[in-house]
């Protein structure tokens, strides 16, 4: 059988970013620990709340450039809830615009932690390239 990985050439999968490892100097970092920098300013005026239902695309690294979650590479959009969601993202897409497609390095407390209860989880700080599709 054929798993996704082998149905996609290798070029499709989404490459870590040079800065994956620290936010760079231009990146905004909240209080909390949280920094985000927008990559592509999208078309929408109204910012999702940390209760919308929002439809993004999203791939996640580990520091160390190690992808482990990618909705691109699955070729579906996630749907979720901001309040579903990891605090590091229930913070960072209401920052965002519909369209918009941005960077979050979120700190181990905004993530699963350095030791996730969830089984799978990645531990430490993470990185993820999220676009915002749509939101209610």
């Known amino acids: ?4 990985h082998d149905a ?10 040079a800065d994956v490892k620290a936010p760079p100097k ?10 985000y920098k927008i990559l592509q300013k999208g078309t ?6 940390a209760t919308s239902r929002v439809v993004m ?3 996640g690294w580990t520091k160390d450039g190690k992808m482990f979650d990618s909705s691109v590479m699955r070729g579906t959009p996630l749907a979720i809830g901001l309040n579903q969601v990891i605090p590091g993202w229930t913070q960072g897409v209401p920052l965002m ?11 181990a407390a905004l993530a699963y932690g350095d030791k996730p209860a969830r089984p799978g989880a990645p531990a430490g700080d993470l990185v993820f390239d999220v676009e915002l599709i749509s939101f209610r």
């Open 1 to 4: 059988t054929l798993s996704l």
């Open 57 to 59: 695309n999203y791939t």
């Open 26 to 35: 231009d990146a905004t970092k909240l209080p909390s620990g949280l920094a």
């Open 8 to 17: 996609l050439p290798i070029s499709e999968a989404p490459k870590a970013p």
């Open 97 to 107: 615009v519909t369209g918009d497609k941005a960077r979050l390095w979120i700190p």
């Open 44 to 49: 929408g005026t109204e910012h999702p709340t």
